[in-house]
Each structure stands twice: as structure tokens, then as C-alpha cells.
């Protein structure tokens, strides 16, 4: 059995760690409710846009289309991997690279593949076994709409260079504190509805269908790629909060598990102690 103070020192550290995470549970539980409100106030204007914009894109002609909805023989890919600048979140980060790295593997093996990163910890990784052609991890440290529009901006002036054939945006998806949902979603090119529901709408274009869906595409897939990347900061702070918990839990468990070890030392060096008096009593005594 260990000694006292080696226990103690045991109880002192757990007792530390137990406060830093018991205090980072507390700031993201602070952070996460103001991301959980941005991103569910976004949530229905982004998905509404981008349900009018494949309606339409579905109804144009392929003279008349949008470059940006031409589909292409697909040789090269960019995968846009969107993870955080810091750990401590369980499995938040490892499971969109682990994801992306399948992708890249498997579903892309024939393909040319490279990487934009959004995230310090996807850069960490990724471009040690990948082409990374941007890292965008600043973009944390001050998330705003138009920060992001600017690295949408350059994903489509890439596709639209021709320098890459599809663009697809791995990230967590944010629902509820403990759960996050990995998703895949295409960027581009813009996937169009399909149902005939979709191809039947009546609208009144003013001035033309065209011009209008050249104005909503850009707008459509900058608000794609916020949400996306908003989803990641919400499912982060929600992923870190429930890692701090089940960490600050484990930390009492540990911390009770040792100081029931050390009353136990404890009583054993005092019975021995007591133990060693009466014998040296009774040896006095004969």
C-alpha cells in the first residue's frame, strides 16, 4: 500500500483537476447557450434560401444555368473540414477527421483530393498525410457572417476556376448538448431538387430567373457555409461541456476512491503504532 503522503499528493492533484474542469464546464455550459441561440435563430432563414435556390436551379436550362450548378466529370476533390482550435471535447474533433480522412481513402480513393481546413486541430492532423491549400483556423476569433463569406468566396472562386470538380463540407451538427451528428454535405456544385413538386412551382420572376439566381447563389452558399461552421462552434462547446462533466465526475470518483485509501492507511499506521506501544509496555513490564 502506498504511503501516506504519496496519497495525499494523489488527492491534492485529482482535487486540482477536478476544480479546472468542474470551471471549463462552467464557461462552455456559458458559451454554449449563446451559440445554441445564433444557430438555432439562423437555422430556418439558411435552410429556407437554400430550398428556393435548388427549386429554382432545377427548373433552368443547362444554357441558361448557373455555373455554379454544372455538374462535371469529377476528378478533383476539396474536402472542407471544419473542426476547433482547442481540445479538451471528447470525440469532436477526431470524429470529423477520422470522417474526412474515410472520405479521401475510400469514397474519393480515384480521385484527386485536397483539403481546406477550418479548425487548428483538423490542420494538426491532416496536413501531415494531406494537400492542405488553406487553413482558416482565425476565423474562431471572431466569428462573424462576413469572415466567413470570404473563405466561401474563395471556395467558389476555386470551382469556378476549375481548379476543383465538387467541394464538400464535413462538420459536427449541432443538436442538443451531448449529441452532435456528423454530416456530409455538398457545397458544390449546388445539388438541385428533385420531385416533381420542386419543378412545378409557379413563381413571377422580376427581372429574370436567371439574374435572380446569380444574386441568391452567392448569398445562398456564403449562409450555407456559416451555418456550417456555426453548427461546429455550437456542437464544440456542447461536445466540451459534457467531456468536463464526465471529467469532473470521474475526478470525484477517483478523489472519494483515495481518500477512502488513505483513512484506511491512516487506521493501519495508527493500529501499528498502538500496537508497538502495548508491546513495549509489556515488555517493560516482564
Known amino acids: 500500500m ?5 496519497i495525499r499528493n494523489r488527492i491534492s492533484s485529482v482535487s486540482s483537476t477536478m476544480q479546472i474542469t468542474s470551471a471549463m464546464k462552467m464557461v462552455s455550459a456559458a458559451k454554449l447557450k449563446k451559440a445554441q441561440d445564433a444557430i438555432t435563430a439562423m437555422r430556418p432563414y ?47 474533433n477526431s470524429n470529423i477527421i477520422k470522417e474526412s480522412t474515410r472520405l479521401a481513402n475510400e469514397v474519393y480513393a480515384n480521385q484527386e483530393v485536397s483539403f481546406v481546413v477550418i479548425g487548428k486541430k483538423a490542420n494538426d492532423v ?22 466567413v463569406a470570404e473563405i466561401a468566396q474563395m471556395l467558389m472562386n476555386k470551382f469556378e476556376e476549375d481548379e476543383f470538380d465538387k467541394i464538400e463540407l464535413v462538420y459536427n451538427k449541432f443538436k442538443n448538448a451531448a449529441t452532435q451528428i456528423i454530416m456530409m454535405e455538398q457545397f458544390l456544385p449546388i445539388v438541385p431538387a428533385e420531385g416533381e413538386e420542386n419543378l412545378n412551382l409557379d413563381y413571377i420572376f422580376e427581372p429574370s430567373k436567371v439574374e435572380i439566381i446569380e444574386t441568391l447563389i452567392p448569398k445562398s452558399l456564403k449562409t450555407q457555409l456559416y451555418k456550417a461552421v456555426r453548427d461546429s462552434f455550437a456542437s464544440e462547446h456542447g461536445a466540451r461541456m459534457t467531456a468536463m462533466h464526465k471529467a469532473t465526475d470521474n475526478a470525484t470518483e477517483l478523489r472519494d476512491e483515495l481518500l477512502l485509501t488513505y483513512n484506511k492507511a491512516r487506521q493501519a499506521a495508527i493500529t501499528n503504532e498502538i500496537l508497538e506501544i502495548v508491546g513495549g509496555a509489556e515488555a517493560l513490564n516482564n
Open 2 to 6: 502506498a504511503n501516506l503522503k504519496e
Open 46 to 92: 439558411a435552410n429556407k434560401l437554400t430550398e428556393l435556390l435548388q427549386s429554382l436551379s432545377a427548373t433552368l436550362d443547362g444554357d441558361t444555368g448557373s455555373k455554379f450548378a454544372n455538374k462535371r466529370d469529377i476528378n478533383k476533390v476539396l474536402i472542407v473540414a471544419i473542426t476547433s482550435n482547442r481540445g479538451l471535447c471528447g470525440g469532436f
Open 126 to 147: 491532416l496536413s501531415k498525410s494531406f494537400n492542405v491549400v488553406s487553413n482558416n483556423s482565425e476565423v474562431f476569433d471572431d466569428l462573424t457572417f462576413n469572415n
